[in-house]
C-alpha cells in the first residue's frame, strides 16, 4: 500500500506559477514510477507528467515548456512546478503512483487559473 497527500494547489492568474507537492508513504520502496494527472469539469482524466525510479521523464504536450516534474527522495515527495499558468490548465490534479500493476492515487488538490 502507498498513501498519497497532494498539497500546493490554489487560485492564481494566468502567467502566474504554482508548485504542487505530493507526499508519499507506505511501500515507497517498490514504486515504479509516479506521475501527476488532472481531470477538468466534464472532462476525462489526462496524464500530465509522468517521472521513474530511475528519474525519466516525460509530460504531456500541454505541459512541455511550462511544467517542470521532479522528485527529492530524502522526503518522499514529488513535485510540479508551474510556470505561465493558463486558465485552461484549470483541473483538480491527482498524484498517482505505480507499484507493480497496481495505481495509487491521492486525494488531489484543485488548480484554478483565473484569465
Known amino acids: 500500500q502507498v498513501q498519497l497527500v497532494e498539497s500546493g494547489g490554489g487560485l492564481v492568474q494566468a502567467g502566474g506559477s504554482l508548485r504542487l507537492s505530493c507526499a508519499a508513504s507506505?511501500?515507497?520502496?517498490?514504486?515504479?514510477?509516479m506521475g501527476w494527472y488532472r481531470q477538468a469539469p466534464g472532462k476525462q482524466r489526462e496524464l500530465v507528467a509522468a517521472?521513474?525510479?530511475?528519474?525519466?521523464?516525460d509530460y504531456a504536450d500541454s505541459a512541455k515548456g511550462r511544467f517542470t516534474i521532479s522528485r527529492d527522495n530524502a522526503k518522499n515527495t514529488m513535485y510540479l512546478q508551474m510556470n505561465s499558468l493558463k486558465p485552461e490548465d484549470t483541473a483538480v490534479y491527482y498524484c498517482?503512483?505505480?507499484?507493480?500493476?497496481?495505481?495509487?492515487w491521492g486525494q488531489g488538490t484543485q488548480v484554478t487559473v483565473s484569465s
Open positions: 498517482s503512483a505505480r507499484v507493480t500493476v497496481y495505481d495509487f
Open positions: 507506505g511501500n515507497i520502496f517498490s514504486i515504479a514510477a
Open positions: 517521472i521513474t525510479a530511475g528519474g525519466s521523464v
